[in-house]
């Protein structure tokens, strides 16, 4: 059986993709994946002993494991070779019109849609991290996030508005077991796991001034505090029947 072509990253991307971007990151790892790596990935984001722990504990679980040997194959596949984080950038962008020139050149080569583009440049969100029994508006009413289907319309929020609007859902996907977490706003509880971002209202008071003022910024689970303040819904969408 003939062998499919293996892409050299480094040397024939361009040829076979048309494109290839020079990155000169602010930070990345070393190749392979190791303890010192994912700590090192870990510190870099700023995150919690809790998560450094979780990470490190999926990395022991990870080297446990054998490679598989149904699908492709994957003889070729050289983990020692991958650089597993790059930060581009040590600025976040708040908008889509902060976001480096360069990336939204990427994006439209790619030809990432609008919404993905905003999510991946870190200034969107979408549902990809909730539990099944979350409850989702649609135009047809709540439904339960497993129940929805490609194709339905469901409400979501538009940041630069503020506003739900409707927005027809491009796929669904199960992401299988992971680690939930609980978060208690309002008297609500909003389950989900570490890497849900959630729309925060942030104060930020500068060191040479009296008074300071709120923003508004995509945050992850993972980033989130006890007295932080998130966006929930005040009004619901007047579709469909009550549940």
Not at 195 to 214: S, T
Request: with cysteine.
């Amino acid at each position: 059986m003939a062998q499919p072509d293996i892409l050299n990253l480094d040397q024939d991307y361009k040829q076979k993709y048309g494109f290839y971007d020079d990155i000169k990151p602010v930070f990345q790892t070393e190749r392979g994946l190791t303890r010192r790596v994912v700590e090192e990935i870990s510190y870099e984001k700023g995150e919690p002993k809790w998560m450094r722990d979780f990470r490190l504990e999926a990395y022991e679980i990870f080297m446990s494991k054998p490679m598989p040997t149904w699908g492709p194959d994957l003889s070729q596949l050289n983990f020692d070779e991958i650089v597993y984080y790059i930060k581009p950038t040590d600025r976040k962008g708040r908008s889509w019109d902060e976001v480096p020139e360069d990336i939204k050149r990427t994006f439209d080569r790619l030809g990432i849609p609008e919404w993905e583009r905003k999510f991946l440049a870190g200034v969107g969100a979408q549902y990809d991290c909730l539990t099944a029994d979350t409850m989702v508006f649609t135009e047809d009413g709540a439904v339960r996030i497993a129940d929805i289907k490609a194709g339905q319309m469901v409400y979501s929020l538009d940041p630069d508005t503020r506003r739900l609007i409707k927005q027809r859902v491009r796929g669904v996907a199960y992401k299988g077991q992971r680690a939930v977490f609980e978060v208690k706003v309002a008297g609500r509880t909003i389950k989900a796991t570490f890497n849900h971002p959630f729309y925060a209202l942030v104060y930020e008071k500068p060191e040479d001034k009296q008074r300071g003022r709120f923003r508004t910024e995509w945050r992850y689970l993972s980033d989130l505090k006890v007295g932080d303040y998130i966006a929930i819904t005040k009004q619901i969408p007047d579709d469909g029947k009550p549940y």
